[in-house]
């Protein structure tokens, strides 16, 4: 277990997002975090990913490599697919990137620019960047927003395959609650701001062998939907359910 945020706390002027917040997590696991909208999710991931200070409280993430995924992209048009990946360690290993590109789908189109893929293929690269540059620690924040409910089945697939491989740890935002049960070791629910987890559910199923039709899967799933609702009607105001 890491702590990797230890009674941080954030504000933006005088909008508090995170107060004294403490997250520790299972290292090598999936980590989903859902919660309403603007509750400081991307927050916690710029915390982590040292972009932003803290106002006080301590970030525990400065000694690990971390990488981060974002809804966009963010590939260099002018670079190919295999440089774009590339890119973002000192050594080029052909053979490591090329492993890579072929887990995500992308073999035989190695030397193709980001405006000759399709959206799909487009983040299947960015993921496939994320994976070489072999971060300890893995954030993503929606990265699967733009894509249909079949690209995101399958870019489920590909991220699992790759994880399977490295077993680093992942923290991944998202507002679909069927994505966080197919992908999340664990699944926490964040409150409104100052936020803090108010659920958190652990997944012990083998990933290949989840159901969303499952009745304890979609037990769950009904039960963080209305979690959500009661957050965004202020029935539970902070309250540590845990
Ligand atoms: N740089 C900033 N300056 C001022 N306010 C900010 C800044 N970044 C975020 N905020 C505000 O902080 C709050 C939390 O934002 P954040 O993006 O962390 O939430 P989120 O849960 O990721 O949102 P969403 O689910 O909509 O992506 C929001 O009210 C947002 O408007």
Avoid at 208 to 236: A, C, F, G
Wanted: charged content about 25%.
């Amino acid at each position: 277990m890491l702590t990797m945020l230890d009674r941080v706390s954030k504000n933006y002027d005088k909008l508090k997002v995170v107060e004294d917040l403490t997250l520790t997590l299972e290292e090598g696991k999936i980590h989903c975090i859902v919660g309403p909208s603007g509750c400081g999710k991307s927050t916690i991931l710029n915390l982590l990913a040292n972009v932003i200070e803290p106002d006080c409280g301590t970030v525990n993430t400065k000694g690990e490599k971390v990488g981060y995924i974002f809804q966009e992209d963010r590939l260099l048009p002018w670079e190919t697919v295999f440089e774009n990946i590339a890119i973002v360690r000192k050594n080029k290993d052909t053979r490591a990137i090329q492993n890579i590109i072929k887990n995500v789908g992308l073999q035989g189109f190695e030397n193709c620019y980001p405006e000759e893929l399709s959206g799909g293929m487009k983040q299947r690269c960015s993921i496939a960047r994320g994976f070489y540059y072999e971060a300890s620690i893995l954030l993503m924040d929606e990265p699967f927003k733009s894509l249909d409910h079949d690209l995101r089945i399958s870019m489920i697939k590909y991220l699992l395959k790759l994880w399977e491989q490295t077993k680093n740890t992942i923290i991944f935002v998202t507002h679909n609650i069927d994505e966080a049960l197919l992908l999340g070791h664990q699944v926490m629910v964040l409150s409104k701001g100052p936020t803090r987890p108010i659920k958190q559910y652990n997944i012990n199923t083998h990933h290949n062998e989840r159901d969303l039709t499952d009745t304890s899967l979609n037990h769950m799933r009904n039960e963080i939907i209305n979690l959500i609702s009661k957050i965004n009607r202020e029935d539970v105001v902070n309250e540590k359910i845990i």
